[in-house]
């Protein structure tokens, strides 16, 4: 069968991405009023607009799921396990090594300065920024992950109960390694976030994805839905995205704009992170396992992106909204984005790695 073509938004989604990007810290620096009263709309630090456009985003992804597909991934142990081990086991350990090898030492001298905590106590602020690094690499994706999976025609049914998953297992050990990663007694965890975020972000397009598709299968068959109503529903998905940069970027453009060289030092470290998860998961250990490059894809993805409003939200609560490590965590969203959709092109570049039976016959 041969496949669709793209549309205009997914042939040139780097570039508007990247001009959303740019747009939104425009927008942040010349009128910084319109952002700060967009980001005062918020719940336990959820930005209530923001949760408006990646419902749109979510919501788009889930009504396309058959859920029978995801009974089926969740009956196939050997992705899931793999995914928990790269995002548990390896990825924590992974960032505070590269993190700390980076911004403690080779460009120890490129950071200078102290800082004065939210609890009072004077740190240095590579120090802080380590921190921040931390706060992001403990935290992998719940919500953004579906959208990339879904773009490097992944499983989706895989992706959804990782999704799942990794929501319980943050709630279990995202207080515990980061206190002992951050070496912090008792670190504050922010369980309202993260239960809203997740909730809002995935629990309620999943409902709404679910039922909807039932009723309109019902009503109008799976041939109406699958030629009408996709169709007029696949921009809405990406378009929710581009609005969804402009508006967090508006909220953190005058800080990028203010802090250019920093961001690109602590930009290294977590891009090298990234890389490093993606490269391990993708061309290591799912080749290992053998898994096909509809499960090899999501399982790589979600371990290389994060969970990024729960790491500000953490980083903020703990150390401050003007600290070096809520800075860090915002560079990470600087950089996932264009990075994860070069990932995605990737994927989709090299899916034959994964026809075993022809690599072996060469």
Known sequence: MPE??????????????????????????????????????????????????LFFMMYPIMVKIDFSQVLRSAKTPKPVLLTLFINWAIKPFSMFAISYLFLGYLFRDLLPGTEILANGEEVELWRSYIAGTILL??????????????LSRGNDGLTLVMVAINSLMMLLLYGPLGSLLLNVNAMPVPWQTMVLSVSIY????????????????????????????????????????????????????????????????????????????????????????????????????????????????TAVIIFGLSSGAALATVVGVLIEVPLMLMLVFLCKRTNYLFEYNRIDKD
């Open 137 to 150: 690499g403990i935290a992998p994706c719940t919500a953004m992950v579906l959208m990339w999976g879904h």
């Open 202 to 313: 995935v629990a309620l397009p999943l409902i709404a994805g679910y039922f909807s598709r039932q009723l309109m299968i019902k009503h109008k068959g799976l041939a109406w839905f699958n030629a009408k109503f996709l169709r007029w529903l696949t921009p809405v998905s990406i378009t929710a995205l581009l609005i969804t940069l402009i508006l967090l970027f508006s909220f953190k453009g005058a800080v990028i704009i203010e802090n250019p060289l920093t961001i690109l030092w602590i930009a290294i470290p977590l891009t090298i992170q990234t890389l490093f998860i993606f490269t391990l998961g993708y061309f290591v250990l799912s080749r290992w396992f053998k898994l096909s490059y509809q499960d090899a894809a999501p399982v790589s993805l979600i371990g290389a992106s994060n969970h990024f409003e729960v790491a500000i939200a």
């Open 4 to 53: 669709k073509k793209l549309s205009i938004f997914e042939r040139y989604l780097t570039m508007w991405v990247l001009l959303c990007i740019a747009g939104g810290i425009f927008l942040g620096k010349i009128a910084p009023g319109v952002a700060t009263t967009l980001n005062d709309f918020s719940i336990y630090q959820v930005s209530i607009p923001i949760a408006v456009c």
